[in-house]
């Protein structure tokens, strides 16, 4: 049985964009060498008053009904799993079109630390069977369930013909700049 405990650590709505099909990539300050891992949702940024601005207009209303993960008790909901097909390095001053994610732009650059950005592509899938997880303190990125979550059975959240069309139409716009 395929199960891991291996976790990437995302804002909620990001988490939930990704795991509806809104978008498919991440942009960080780093590159990872782990090529697959559980999306675990995170809230730091609600605790902002300003959240939204971090977030393209016409993802407000879907930003404010994802703000904040599915709880038990102390444990959070995982529901989608993530494989990273390609990183690519780009400078900062040139990131995607808005429609591959849901942040602002000024968001993204706000959140750059130097002048290059890594583009992460991601196939996601949702999880036949949600797991909820315990809290991982210290974890900031990354983190370690304590135990295994089940990978089987899961479906990708966009077909492959739309995920492969996403991806060529992303790839022309990379190779431009």
Known sequence: MKSTNKCLKEWNATVEALGQGKQSILI?????NLNEFLLYPTVSYAMKDDYLDSFQKNYHDFVE???LPLKKDDKVLIKYYATLKKITEKPVSWIPPAKYYIWTRDHIKNYMT???AFIWILRVY???EPYWAEP???AIKFANLKEEAS???MKPVLSDHVFFNLING???ELSRK
Do not use: A, H, S
């Open 114 to 116: 130097g002048p290059m």
């Open 170 to 172: 992303l790839f022309d």
């Open 151 to 153: 990978l089987e059975g």
């Open 136 to 138: 991982t303190p210290g």
């Open 126 to 128: 949702k999880l036949k």
């Open 28 to 32: 960080r300050n780093y590159k990872t």
């Open 65 to 67: 009904n994802n703000t």
